[in-house]
């Protein structure tokens, strides 16, 4: 999933003068019941078939539901499904659907939704930017998703509440990637043959509905209390979208917001805070930040040398101790939380001679020859920023060479990326499953679709093709070690650090539940 960077900004308006317990009791007032926490950008879509940042995929995981979705334990879930079962290892899939599950406006979901809600979201005429990527292992969606078939072949309603899913092959983890979005099931009678395009069409089967959408302002859910799981404890949410990062700190200071992601520059200022002090915690992510190296966009970044040398010229623990306050360094591609992941693995270090003999070898000594390269970023005036300056610094600094920074805004990045128009550009992916595979062959392989980038490496595919199929857990791990490791020294990828969320809680909530991966839907919390 593309897990874009979560820029937030100053504290000079935030520390002074916090108040009674961190927030205002003029905002509390009238307030009880309602859970309110900042969308930091406008929603590009609210369709479930075509979402891919994270602000909206949280907002729409309170709203929709799937067969299946990760729980307070970090393990998959039945959801909409009751259970699962996979009876040949990994090929087939047979989903027992839960009795007396409503949609929003009141009727049952059926297999037959499933089933129509994953067909649809393959389509050819919605082109979803993602279904390839997370349904494409099920029989037919290749030919659905070309116009070929108007159905998906793999997948069969068996009776009302029973459905099976054909896989290509045997693979282990496609339940993991029944948890993203484009697996949500949908209502038929209310999207229609076309995309989500109205908050009429927003009609789901999850613990809250869509009340109101203002863009550019606020999105706002209730309680639906026809739940299957039982009614929410609060009566709603307001997200209201406050692009700008100061803005979003003096609305939680001023008790406006009841949960708050800090950047990391102002974690010091908070923290000798004595009331702030003890409303901030830290959680670890299962997400990396990273620089993408586009070989198609620059034909100079198709030299491994070169490659190599940009990953040793960048200090990395001045940037994540120093800059950012004390994020961990990662060297790795797979990330903490994953399975597989190395904690000791050093990948290619700071190595500023070293960078330079690659850089020389490349055919570039001191920096003589190299064109100018551009690294571009999402606009913020935060976290990303302070990471492409540093990066800038060391390249510039150790290897001679000239990096053009480039403030892109959200949607204009993402498009870029997607049409793998971008040299260097900082980024991070956050997992959708935890799984090695979501970070290696799902994303560099050189048939995937996410490889925006061009990286080409046939042992590295032939690696992931065979940890992808086999169910032996100790091998699967072994190979795609493997694969990291030629991937890494390869310079597919730069990876920079793992993420760590500063989190400001107002001691009015409760209730929350989390796993890795952050909020699980709020079903649970409670706001006095």
């Given at each position: 999933m593309t897990r874009l960077l979560f820029p937030l900004a100053l504290l000079t308006l935030f520390i002074a003068g916090c108040g009674e317990k961190g927030f205002s009791k003029r905002s509390v007032a009238g307030r009880v019941g309602v859970f309110r926490y900042?969308?930091?950008?406008?929603?590009?879509?609210?369709?479930?078939?075509?979402?891919?940042?994270?602000?909206?995929?949280?907002?729409?995981?309170?709203i929709f539901e799937g067969l299946v979705a990760y729980g307070d334990k970090n393990t998959i879930e039945p959801r909409i499904a009751e259970s699962y079962a996979t009876p040949d290892n990994g090929k087939t899939w047979i989903f027992k659907i839960r009795h007396g599950v409503k949609f929003h406006n009141g009727r049952e979901v059926l297999a037959a939704?499933?089933?129509?809600?994953?067909?649809?979201?393959?389509s050819k005429?919605?082109?979803?930017?993602?279904?390839?990527?997370?349904?494409?292992?099920?029989?037919?969606v290749q030919d659905r998703l070309s116009g070929s078939s108007d159905h998906i072949s793999g997948i069969t309603v068996v009776d009302p509440y029973t459905l099976k899913i054909e896989l290509d092959q045997p693979r282990p983890y496609f339940i993991g990637k029944l948890t993203y979005p484009c697996a949500f099931v949908l209502c038929k009678e209310a999207v229609g043959s076309g995309s989500i395009d109205s908050p009429t069409q927003v009609i789901g089967a999850g613990p809250f509905k869509l009340d109101s959408y203002l863009p550019n302002q606020q999105v706002k859910l209730v309680a639906f209390k026809d739940y299957y799981a039982g009614a929410p404890t609060v009566s709603s949410i307001e997200r209201p979208i406050i692009k700008d990062a100061s803005t979003r700190l003096i609305k939680f200071k001023s008790g406006d917001l009841d949960i708050l992601n800090v950047e990391r520059k102002d974690i010091s200022g908070i923290q000798q805070d004595s009331v702030l002090k003890n409303e901030l915690q830290f959680q670890m992510r299962p997400a990396l930040y990273y620089i993408g190296v586009n070989e198609i966009e620059s034909p100079v970044l198709q030299n491994p040398k070169v490659r190599r040398a940009l990953a040793m010229a960048i200090d990395k623990d001045r940037l994540t101790r120093d800059l950012l306050g004390g994020m961990p360094e990662a060297h790795g591609l797979l990330v903490p939380g994953i399975m597989g992941y190395r904690e000791k693995y050093q990948g290619l270090p700071y190595n500023p001679t070293g960078a330079q003999a690659e850089l020389a070898a490349a055919?570039?000594?001191g920096g003589k020859?190299?064109?100018?390269?551009?690294?571009?970023?999402?606009?913020?005036?935060?976290?990303?920023?302070?990471?492409c300056e540093a990066v800038q610094h060391s390249l510039e600094q150790n290897l001679g060479i000239t990096v053009n920074a480039k403030t892109m805004e959200l949607g204009a990045l993402l498009?870029?990326?997607?049409?793998?128009k971008l040299q260097l550009y900082f980024i991070s992916w956050y997992a959708d499953y935890l799984d090695p595979q979501n970070f290696l062959s799902f994303l560099l392989s050189s048939d995937s679709k996410l490889n925006h980038d061009g990286y080409k490496n046939a042992e590295f595919d032939d690696l992931c093709k065979q940890a992808d199929s086999i169910s032996d857990e100790p091998k699967r791990l072994a190979l795609y070690n493997r694969a990291e490791d030629i991937a890494v020294l390869d310079g597919a990828r730069i990876p920079l650090y793992y993420?760590?969320?500063a989190i400001l809680m107002s001691p009015r909530v409760s209730g929350i539940r989390s796993n890795l991966f952050g909020q699980l839907p709020n079903t649970t919390v409670k706001v006095n």
């Amino acid at each position: 999933m593309t897990r874009l960077l979560f820029p937030l900004a100053l504290l000079t308006l935030f520390i002074a003068g916090c108040g009674e317990k961190g927030f205002s009791k003029r905002s509390v007032a009238g307030r009880v019941g309602v859970f309110r926490y900042a969308m930091n950008d406008v929603p590009k879509t609210l369709d479930p078939g075509k979402v891919q940042e994270v602000d909206t995929i949280d907002l729409l995981e309170n709203i929709f539901e799937g067969l299946v979705a990760y729980g307070d334990k970090n393990t998959i879930e039945p959801r909409i499904a009751e259970s699962y079962a996979t009876p040949d290892n990994g090929k087939t899939w047979i989903f027992k659907i839960r009795h007396g599950v409503k949609f929003h406006n009141g009727r049952e979901v059926l297999a037959a939704d499933v089933s129509w809600s994953l067909d649809r979201n393959c389509s050819k005429e919605l082109a979803s930017p993602t279904a390839a990527d997370y349904l494409g292992d099920i029989v037919g969606v290749q030919d659905r998703l070309s116009g070929s078939s108007d159905h998906i072949s793999g997948i069969t309603v068996v009776d009302p509440y029973t459905l099976k899913i054909e896989l290509d092959q045997p693979r282990p983890y496609f339940i993991g990637k029944l948890t993203y979005p484009c697996a949500f099931v949908l209502c038929k009678e209310a999207v229609g043959s076309g995309s989500i395009d109205s908050p009429t069409q927003v009609i789901g089967a999850g613990p809250f509905k869509l009340d109101s959408y203002l863009p550019n302002q606020q999105v706002k859910l209730v309680a639906f209390k026809d739940y299957y799981a039982g009614a929410p404890t609060v009566s709603s949410i307001e997200r209201p979208i406050i692009k700008d990062a100061s803005t979003r700190l003096i609305k939680f200071k001023s008790g406006d917001l009841d949960i708050l992601n800090v950047e990391r520059k102002d974690i010091s200022g908070i923290q000798q805070d004595s009331v702030l002090k003890n409303e901030l915690q830290f959680q670890m992510r299962p997400a990396l930040y990273y620089i993408g190296v586009n070989e198609i966009e620059s034909p100079v970044l198709q030299n491994p040398k070169v490659r190599r040398a940009l990953a040793m010229a960048i200090d990395k623990d001045r940037l994540t101790r120093d800059l950012l306050g004390g994020m961990p360094e990662a060297h790795g591609l797979l990330v903490p939380g994953i399975m597989g992941y190395r904690e000791k693995y050093q990948g290619l270090p700071y190595n500023p001679t070293g960078a330079q003999a690659e850089l020389a070898a490349a055919g570039y000594p001191g920096g003589k020859g190299f064109p100018p390269i551009e690294l571009a970023y999402k606009v913020d005036g935060g976290d990303a920023q302070i990471c492409c300056e540093a990066v800038q610094h060391s390249l510039e600094q150790n290897l001679g060479i000239t990096v053009n920074a480039k403030t892109m805004e959200l949607g204009a990045l993402l498009d870029a990326r997607n049409k793998n128009k971008l040299q260097l550009y900082f980024i991070s992916w956050y997992a959708d499953y935890l799984d090695p595979q979501n970070f290696l062959s799902f994303l560099l392989s050189s048939d995937s679709k996410l490889n925006h980038d061009g990286y080409k490496n046939a042992e590295f595919d032939d690696l992931c093709k065979q940890a992808d199929s086999i169910s032996d857990e100790p091998k699967r791990l072994a190979l795609y070690n493997r694969a990291e490791d030629i991937a890494v020294l390869d310079g597919a990828r730069i990876p920079l650090y793992y993420q760590k969320d500063a989190i400001l809680m107002s001691p009015r909530v409760s209730g929350i539940r989390s796993n890795l991966f952050g909020q699980l839907p709020n079903t649970t919390v409670k706001v006095n």
